[in-house]
């Protein structure tokens, strides 16, 4: 079975600054997988150049087998989109607007339009222009899922949905993934894509810069933490445990950043009295650095 | 009428369409209906016409003359002002129909449809075509509506010939103006271009033989092929007809090939 997205060194230039250079990537068909980079990156670049929107410099894409550049009808068929910066038609009502894109899908199951909008809180009846972000991104959800779409690339997809929301659109694409629906989501938001990701590939300025299972992320992660104890503890008892850096008390505060397992410095805390653990989510730029340090990864 | 891309450009313009359609619709009835006033001085108005400089004249037309009512619709409406008019919405159409849409943004979403690129420009010229043809039809109406108020008879066959002229040359410019977007302009600068040749092409033909041009340049005019104000004596001339849709076509051919090759701007 063909890979559901296979690019092969793809690049698209726009003169100096943007674009991606020579990616290489495949996506297994049913995988979730996280596409994440800060903005700028060449996500956004990455997804158009997939639905041929725009045309490559050099390299290829394919989905399901088929060429991207050569067979965009086809590859539209089988995919469903919702671009990170959604503009829909305003003067059209959501209904209007899923009926006309339905009809260029060849018609879709208005049982499952009506029960995505309801799982969405999501009322279709009034015109575009009076929807706020998160409703028109809902909207955009709607027709991007309402043909049952083999593949679906998000393009930053929850970015503006309010919590209750996200959380209706992470159960929708669990069971589209149980159902076997290969999800390529774009995001900037480290912890969107651990929580519903298989794999993820990380971008920067263009560039894969690596490929991982969520799991070897996770364990790759650099994470600050910051223990507060009832007395003053001694530094020298948390340096040099394994990996474990950048270790500092002040007053009654041990802060340090740690890579991967917590054993080793909760053993050493626990000879003390703890009163409270802090722990920062590690920014995206801090997850590159853990990259960046030492050699660039590249485990496809 | 959301079932196709044509149809949905149909809908989206519904409101602006009406609104073209009366106004060329009332401006063409109220001209008209100035026509008995004018030919009852036209002696002296045709004085005046010959008194004129010439660069005045030539601006009113070749065969002015307020005479007949031939004469009098050449002069008032064929020449300019109704071709002005229908030139405006198509110019302002032809470059939003893509250019809007690409502007806005919408048209990653459209073409991220199974929709080939070639099958939404055709279905868009499409829509323009029946625009333009619906706001000439409005005010083909007003005009012969005029025409029955002023008790003046006017040769349907010939008024057709005239119709199908300045039908010609809306789309000629609507397309030129969708050419520009279909090779990657944006949708201010195609229109401002397409205005801007429509006027300056206009200026060539009409002042041309006052200014000593050579008739080649006038012959670079679509305006030197227009026969809005010509048909209604003279009838319909084929091969200026042909002409002027033949150039419709190869602006579309144009406007094809740039847009199923081109990058889609963000």
């Known amino acids: 079975m063909p890979e559901a997205i296979r690019l092969e060194r793809l690049s698209k230039s726009y003169g100096k600054q943007r674009g991606v250079l020579d990616l290489d990537l495949e996506v297994q068909p049913g995988e979730v997988f996280g596409y994440l980079g800060p903005n700028g990156a060449g996500k956004t670049t990455t997804i158009r ?51 006309h894109f339905a009809a260029l899908r060849g ?37 991007a899922l309402m043909a049952r779409p083999d593949l679906l690339l998000l393009d930053e997809a929850s970015a503006g949905l309010d919590p209750l929301v996200q959380q209706a659109f992470y159960q929708i694409l669990r069971e589209l993934r149980a159902a076997g629906t290969t999800v390529f989501l774009s995001s900037h938001n480290l912890p969107e894509v651990e929580r519903v990701c298989d794999r993820v590939a990380i971008i920067r300025e263009g560039k894969l810069v690596a490929v991982q299972e969520i799991s070897s992320l996770k364990a790759k992660a650099l994470r600050r933490i910051e223990i507060v104890f009832d007395n003053h503890v001694p530094v020298a008892e948390f340096e040099g445990l394994a990996g474990v850096r950048d270790v500092s008390v002040t007053d009654r505060r041990l802060t340090f950043t740690v890579q991967g397992s917590l054993d080793s410095i909760f053993k050493a805390a626990a000879r003390h009295t703890v009163q409270n653990v802090i722990s920062y989510e590690p920014s995206l730029e801090e997850v590159f650095l853990s990259f960046y340090e030492g050699e660039v990864q590249h485990a496809v | 009428m959301l079932s196709s891309v044509f149809g949905k450009n149909l809908y989206d313009m519904r409101r602006g369409l009406i609104g073209w359609s009366i106004s060329i619709l009332l401006m063409n009835l109220w001209i008209v209906t100035f026509y008995p006033a004018i030919r009852d001085s036209a002696f002296a108005l045709d004085q005046y016409l010959q008194n004129l400089p010439p660069a005045f004249a030539a601006l009113l037309g070749e065969t002015a003359s307020f005479n007949t009512i031939e004469g009098f619709l050449t002069v008032e409406l064929f020449t300019f002002f109704w071709p002005a008019l229908t030139l405006a919405f198509a110019i302002g159409s032809g470059a939003g129909t893509i250019g809007g849409e690409e502007e806005s943004g919408t048209l990653d979403l459209l ?46 066959g010939k008024l057709g010939a005239a119709i199908l002229s300045i039908w010609l040359l809306t789309l000629l410019f609507g397309t ?40 080649s340049l006038r012959r670079v005019s679509p305006w030197y092929y227009y ?30 090939f740039g847009f199923q090759r081109r990058d889609l701007a963000v």
């Open chain 2, 227 to 256: 026969d809005g104000g010509v048909a209604l004596t003279e009838g319909l001339k084929l091969g200026n007809a042909a002409l002027l849709a033949g150039l419709v076509i190869v602006f579309l051919a144009v406007a094809l």
């Open chain 1, 49 to 99: 150049l997939l639905l041929d929107l725009i045309r490559p410099s050099s390299g290829r894409a394919s989905i399901f087998g088929l060429d991207c550049q050569a067979q965009p009808i086809a590859v539209h068929r089988r995919v469903g989109y919702v671009p990170g910066e959604l503009a829909l038609y305003p003067k059209l009502t959501g209904e209007q607007t899923v009926r």
């Open chain 2, 111 to 156: 073409l991220s449809h199974p929709v080939p690129r070639w099958r939404v420009l055709l279905e868009k010229f499409a829509a323009l075509t029946v625009f333009s043809g619906i706001a000439i039809g409005a005010g083909l109406l007003g005009l012969i509506l005029g025409t029955l108020f002023v008790n003046e008879a006017i040769d349907l």
């Open chain 2, 176 to 215: 030129l103006s969708l050419a520009l977007t279909g090779v990657g302009l944006h949708r201010g600068a195609a229109a401002g271009i397409g205005a801007g040749v429509a006027a300056l092409s206009f200026l060539i033909n009409t002042l041309g033989p006052l200014a000593d041009l050579p008739e």
């Open chain 1, 107 to 143: 018609g879709v199951d208005p049982a499952w339009v009506n029960q995505l909008a309801e799982r969405l809180d999501f009322d279709l009846k009034r015109p575009a222009q009076t929807y706020s972000s998160g409703n028109k991104r809902k909207l955009g959800l709607i027709v």
